[in-house]
């Protein structure tokens, strides 16, 4: 039975010369800002997504700004930048406004978050609700959370 492909992972499409010749499929760059301030790898999955995409090692996803309000999320207050989350679109957006509020350090499910994860997970419900609202979505009642 074939294993169906991960809707977020983006797989190069190699051909029959690119592969027999085995050069590598993107060109050299530096690293983003996020990569330099992104977790040790020793925090990170190199085969997980989303860790390579808060290390800034998938340049055709653009990093969206997670700051948030000092009241967590709400539009008043001075906005200040998460350093410990990333945000971007969905590649295959579901509705209008599809965004991603992921963890630097890898997590990898909702089964090994721990009772100290707790404030992470409020911080990321606060970056997401921030992000709705920058972009004029304001009926947070009609949003829907997916963990």
């Known amino acids: 039975m074939a294993e169906e492909p991960s809707r977020h992972a983006t797989?190069?499409?190699?051909?029959?010369?690119?592969?027999?010749?085995?050069?590598?499929t993107r060109s050299p760059t530096r690293p983003s800002a996020v990569a330099a301030e992104s977790p040790a790898p020793a925090d990170c999955d190199s085969k997980c997504v989303f860790c390579r995409i808060a290390?800034?090692?998938?340049?055709?996803?653009e990093l969206l700004p997670c700051e948030v309000g000092c009241d967590r999320g709400r539009s008043s207050g001075p906005l200040r930048a998460n350093e410990d989350?990333?945000?971007?679109?969905?590649?295959k957006p579901a509705a209008p406004h599809h965004y991603l509020v992921v963890p630097k350090k890898h997590i990898g499910n909702c089964k090994d978050l721990e009772k100290?994860?707790?404030?992470?997970?409020?911080?990321?419900?606060?970056?997401?609700?921030a992000i709705l609202?920058?972009?004029?979505?304001?009926?947070?009642?009609?949003?829907?959370?997916i963990m």
């Open 133 to 145: 609202e920058r972009n004029n979505f304001t009926d947070l009642k009609n949003a829907r959370l």
């Open 11 to 24: 797989q190069p499409d190699l051909t029959r010369e690119t592969a027999a010749a085995d050069k590598p």
């Open 116 to 129: 100290a994860h707790l404030e992470l997970v409020e911080n990321m419900v606060a970056v997401g609700k």
């Open 55 to 61: 290390r800034g090692q998938e340049p055709s996803t």
């Open 85 to 91: 989350l990333v945000c971007f679109k969905d590649i």
